[in-house]
């Protein structure tokens, strides 16, 4: 143990750095946010497994999901992910 003085000059010192740490966490907690949701299917491919004409269904990341192709989409090929629609993609070939 400490002597008197001492002992609470740690106990200070450890309460601020456990403060500290909380705080310096939380700011990267925010900064790291996960990326979940259909926004992040923005961009990317996908391949079409009912034909988009123009609604069909293309499949991304193992998930079957409705989609809009104005241009037209057959079985087979692959689209990109331009915008969504509540749970409708919209999808352009390429």
Known sequence: MLPH?????VL????????????????LARRWRPKTGVETLLGQTAD????????GQVRIHGELWEA??????????????????????TVAPG
């Open 48 to 55: 079409v497994v009912v034909e988009c004409r123009p609604r």
């Open 5 to 9: 003085p001492a002992n609470l000059v």
């Open 68 to 89: 809009e192709c104005p241009a037209g989409a057959e079985v087979g090929e692959t689209v990109r992910v331009v915008g969504r629609e509540d749970l409708t993609l």
């Open 12 to 27: 200070a010192l450890g309460a601020a750095g456990e403060v500290g740490e909380i705080v310096w966490g939380r700011r």
